[in-house]
């Protein structure tokens, strides 16, 4: 390769990882997990990030600090989502700061595991409030502000292949990541005609911390990894890169879609039996 063409290689390499440069990203409930992963991953292609959290401020900002040292600016901002003067609050400080909003990425989720037949009515609406409620009212907000703003925007709801695939003992969070969806293709409709597109991600098992602490032993990690084709868990990076895809250009025509990132775990339903099926007759 000669040296004006290992230039122009450089050139594009570097282009190519800063599709967001100059744009600024909401990522709520980024102090952790695949939050903290999308937040990491946007600020990797360029974006000045505003962190947010409900509790954990000490890990949030812990996350800015790494935004920083990747050369982006990084604001923390405590909210609580489903809390509609928190959303709005979060909004303009974000703005005083950084002017604009770009990219609005809905992450925070909570999960109580519970058969329905238990589910207590406080913990149906605490689920519901933060899964669903603070998704609306993150995209009102922001989208408010990006139809004023009339030059479009990207928003990314993390969904679940819960909603779905319905898991046992979800509790109230399958049906809230079912209306997630539902959602975002309301939203996706509504709002293409401002340049505002809306999508979701929908992860299968990812190995965050709070999933880890799940399967405390190897043996069980490793049985939870047989019921994925793909036989791992998923990364917070890998979520990253696909919320990098639907914040960026590259998919400027997709709005109201779904893209599902799970090892092929909705895509082969019967994958589980008939490996224990395999396993059953090599052990007649």
Known sequence: MTHDAERRHDLGKEMSCLKLKNRVAIVTGASQGIGRGIALGLAEAGADIVVNCDRSVDKAEAVAMEIRARGCRALVVKADVSNSTDVKRMVQDTLKAFGHIDVLINNAGLFINSPIEDVKEED?????????????????????????????????????ISGTMPEINGGAYTPSKAAVLALTRQLGVEWARYGIRVNALSPGPVLTPLQRAAYP??????????????NRHGTPEEMAKVAVFLASDDSSYMTGENITADGGSLSSMFYLVHKLAEQAQRGA
Not at 138 to 145: D, E, F, I, K
Not at 221 to 228: D, E, F, H, V
């Open 217 to 230: 032993s190897e043996e069980l990690l490793a049985a939870r990894n047989s019921a994925i084709p793909m």
């Open 124 to 160: 149906w609406d605490r689920v519901m409030a933060v899964n669903l409620k603070g998704v609306f009212l993150c995209c009102q907000a922001v989208g408010r502000h990006m139809i004023e703003r009339q030059v479009g925007g990207s928003i990314i709801n993390i969904a679940s």
